[in-house]
């Protein structure tokens, strides 16, 4: 073989070679730049992410009291708002926190009818209605009402028959 030929395919190969290594750290580049904007973008969320946990917990913090049932103890309710459901959360406390937080952005100061439960998808869902409540007044004098007994039971009206 000819010099000149031995010349021209040492040059073309260490050509080949070369840009190769050129295509190689162009996209090392290129995906180092997306790894960046990706990250940038993680951060991102993850910060409007835990500003939304912490509004649902400063929400969630304005619930008095809850109740499975249609009463809650030591209150009285003084204006339904409407029912409320929150679905789609990994944990039935994470979706009762949630449903106390829109409860609470619909004005309620309490949860009744509170159910919470588990699908078969693995997600739990929470529903309840959201109530006004006050705390129910004690009464101010320890003496029985008029007409009552010690223990505070109303007495028999005396109608003249006889009681047995």
Avoid: Y
Avoid at 24 to 48: C, G, I, Y
Avoid at 147 to 160: K, N, R, S, V
Wanted: aromatic residues 4%.
């Amino acid at each position: 073989m000819d010099d000149s030929v031995v010349v021209v395919l040492v040059a073309a190969a260490a050509g080949i070679v070369g840009l190769v290594l050129a295509v190689r750290l162009w996209q090392r580049w290129r995906w180092s730049a997306h790894l960046s904007r990706r990250r940038r973008e993680l951060r991102k969320q993850q910060r409007a992410i835990d500003a939304r946990q912490q509004e649902i917990e400063r929400l969630a913090g304005r619930i008095v009291s809850t109740s499975s049932t249609t009463t809650i103890a030591g209150f009285e309710i003084v204006r339904q708002i409407e029912a409320v459901f929150a679905d789609g959360h990994p944990s039935q406390s994470k979706a009762v926190e949630a449903l106390k937080a829109l409860a609470a952005e619909k004005g309620a100061n309490a949860l009744t009818n509170l159910r919470s439960e588990r699908l078969p998808s693995g997600k739990c869902v929470a529903q309840g209605d959201a109530v006004v409540v006050r705390p129910v007044a004690e009464r101010r004098d320890s003496s029985p009402a008029e007409g009552a007994d010690e223990t505070g039971a109303a007495a028999p009206a005396d109608d003249g028959r006889p009681t047995f």
